[in-house]
């Protein structure tokens, strides 16, 4: 969309005739929803060249207005925090540019989808759209790199970015799930000397806390598994590691052991598949994959 064309809604006028009934009905949709849809006006920046002073403000509505409905868009209730944001959107701009309005509008744009309902939630929907941005910017480099050196450079900071925004999505996700949560377990076999527990097990969310009651506590059941009987010759202490089940040994002392890998295994014949083998087979394969690649590019 050019920036001539502006989104206001009443763009959507069609000729019944060119259209399919469920073409009909989306548009009836799209209109419906934006009517019953509360949006801030546009961000508006006026940046002096010779100053350097850049002034921010909303188009269309009475200043005090469009203030509110951007606070309300960004779930917020503090001018302190709204003044900030709106200076840093403000200044995000694009390539080749210090200051865009288009850049500002579409980081808004993401935080009304994803609408927040505080200042933790703002802040992550603002990041995700500067780092959508800036994944955009290295997707089109990628698509136009000239040498190798510009290829791994821009490649490097696409995947960085892209795990970076789903990194935050997932964040955004487990900062909303803040009810408690429940574990079923539908089977649980108890051996000679075991011990469960009969009923409804509920675990709120956040880290697990050591407590003596909680017989599932990982650390509590590491703590009190019997211990290594095998000492150091070097200082006579006792090894401090907790006995592999059935042995009176840890698995570093002799538990489940058997022959040390390698030349001097009695099963070993020619090492063509030995771990060291793999690992260098590997490598070499990558560097002859790379090595196509270059040749690719060169011609």
Known sequence: MSKTQKDNGSDLQTKDS???????????????????SVRAPDIKLDFDEDTRRLKVGHMGKDPKVACALAMHELGTIDYRFFEGVMDQVA????????????????VMSVVAGVRPQDEIEAMLAIQMGAIHQAAMMMARRLNHVKTLPQQDSAERALNKLSRTFTSQVETLKRYRSKADQTVRVERVEVREGGQAIVGNVQNG????????????????????APR?????????????????QGWSVCRVHGARGGHAAGPSHPSWKHGERSRKAEEMRKIINDLIRADKELEKLIK
């Open 205 to 224: 969310g956040g880290r697990m806390t050591k407590s003596d009651d909680n017989l599932t506590n990982p650390t509590k059941r590491l703590n009190d």
């Open 91 to 106: 200044i995000l701009g694009q390539h080749d540019s210090s200051v865009s309005e288009t850049a500002s509008n579409f």
């Open 18 to 36: 060119e259209l399919t009934e469920a073409e009909t009905n989306a548009v009836a949709d799209l209109k419906e929803r934006k009517r019953s």
């Open 228 to 244: 290594c009987t095998a000492t150091a010759k070097s200082t006579g202490k006792r090894c401090r590691a907790p006995a592999v």
